[in-house]
């Protein structure tokens, strides 16, 4: 099993058509074609299906050391709204500890403009996960 096959089980990511593009230990890439079923009563992005994009790029970065790693606090910062296109997420590390781990993910447009941030910080657990080597 690859990272990319255990993060196919985020059911709901899945369904919000999320996709993982680079996975490595302390970073991924993650995106979202926006569709019509995306779209809150305004007409732009739901909040919510932003922050599952990054939080799902969050969660590939974390994990990707191997062991499993749950998210212990997180927020975004909403910077700007859209209604189309294709969102990309990529998450970073910034400190990885032997248990508590924090990251951020910014969350771009095309044109490679910021539509969000996210941080957020996650436990690591003493459970190595399917695809790690041993």
Same mark, same amino acid.
């Given at each position: 099993m ?8 985020? !059911? /709901?990511?899945?369904?919000? &058509? ?11 890439? =993650? ?5 019509? $079923?995306? *779209?809150? @009563?305004?007409? #732009?992005?739901q &909040?919510?299906?932003? /922050?599952? *994009? @990054? $939080? *799902? %790029?969050?969660?590939? %970065? ?6 499993? =790693?749950v998210? +212990?606090?997180?927020? +975004?910062y /909403?910077? !700007? &709204? ?6 990309? @997420?990529? =998450?970073? @590390? ?6 508590i %781990?924090? /990251?951020?993910?910014?969350? #771009? $447009?095309?044109? &490679?403009?910021?539509?969000? #941030?996210?941080? %957020?910080s996650?436990? !690591? ?9 041993p």
């Amino acid at each position: 099993m690859t990272i990319y096959e255990f993060f196919r089980n985020d !059911r /709901f990511a899945a369904l919000a &058509g999320v996709e993982l593009s680079d996975v490595r230990p302390g970073y991924a890439r =993650a995106t979202m074609t926006v569709t019509p $079923d995306h *779209l809150n @009563a305004g007409g #732009t992005v739901q &909040g919510g299906a932003i /922050f599952t *994009l @990054a $939080d *799902l %790029a969050f969660a590939a %970065a974390v994990n990707a050391y191997g062991n499993l =790693a749950v998210s +212990i606090q997180s927020s +975004i910062y /909403f910077h !700007r &709204g859209l209604s189309s296109g294709v969102l990309a @997420a990529e =998450a970073k @590390a910034i400190k990885v500890g032997a248990s508590i %781990a924090s /990251f951020e993910a910014t969350v #771009t $447009d095309e044109a &490679g403009e910021t539509v969000a #941030t996210f941080v %957020a910080s996650a436990y !690591r657990k003493d459970v190595t996960l399917p695809f790690a080597k041993p």
